[in-house]
T-cell receptor
């Protein structure tokens, strides 16, 4: 799997957009970008995934650069319940391999 | 209804004992997994079963033996428990559209915290 690089931690004010970056400069053409999050002591939760195009669902938006070497997960209106570790994963043909992720703290 | 359920949620036991963790999914998925999250919070895949057949077996000691009686269940049995086995074990399931693309979203259980004394 291609490796990903994420900042270890970020803060975001409640109600503001949280923009979580991920670098995956060695991504292969058939590898997808996945985002999961893990709220304290719970099992990881799927957020969104994409290949080339930007994606949006009820939880978040995923912006993938044209060269696919980086992406950004956007939580449009962060709440305190969005405080979690967010994992960016790129993969094809193998199950999820989790890195260290970004610990997002949403502050009131 | 819980989609992926694990039992027990907490397990405290002595070194050398044998223990099992059970996992059941009611999503109709064909693939199930066991992940281990250690004290440093790294999540590592251990096993994956597709339609009751083992398809992934990472470098895990032989003391760990998964059993899949049907595609809705994947149990994890651990023999001769060691201190280093203390961790949170997560079960997950997904629907694999085609192998080996594995593009299906994973649904995780709430975890089973194992403490070996």
């Amino acid at each position: 799997d291609a490796k990903t690089t994420q900042p270890p931690s970020m803060d975001c004010a409640e109600g503001r957009a949280a923009n979580l970056p991920c670098n995956h400069s060695t991504i292969s053409g058939n590898e997808y970008v996945y985002w999961y999050r893990q709220i304290h002591s719970q099992g990881p939760q799927y957020i969104i995934h994409g290949l080339k195009n930007n994606e949006t669902n009820e939880m978040a938006s995923l912006i993938i650069t044209e060269d696919r070497k980086s992406s950004t997960l956007i939580l449009p209106h962060a709440t305190l319940r969005d405080t979690a570790v967010y994992y960016c994963i790129v993969k094809y043909g193998t199950p999820l391999v989790f890195g260290k992720g970004t610990r997002l703290s949403v502050i009131a | 209804d819980t989609a992926v359920s694990q039992t027990p949620k907490y397990l405290v036991t002595q070194m050398g004992n044998d223990k099992s963790i059970k996992c059941e999914q009611n999503l109709g998925h064909d693939t199930m997994y066991w992940y281990k999250q250690d004290s440093k919070k790294f999540l590592k895949i251990m096993f994956s079963y597709n339609n009751k057949e083992l398809i992934i077996n990472e470098t895990v000691p032989n003391r760990f033996s998964p059993k899949s009686p049907d595609k809705a269940h994947l149990n994890l049995h651990i023999n001769s428990l060691e201190l280093g086995d203390s961790a949170v074990y997560f079960c997950a399931s997904s629907q694999i559209e085609t192998i080996p693309t594995y593009t299906g979203e994973l649904f995780f259980g709430e975890g089973s915290r194992l403490t070996v004394l």
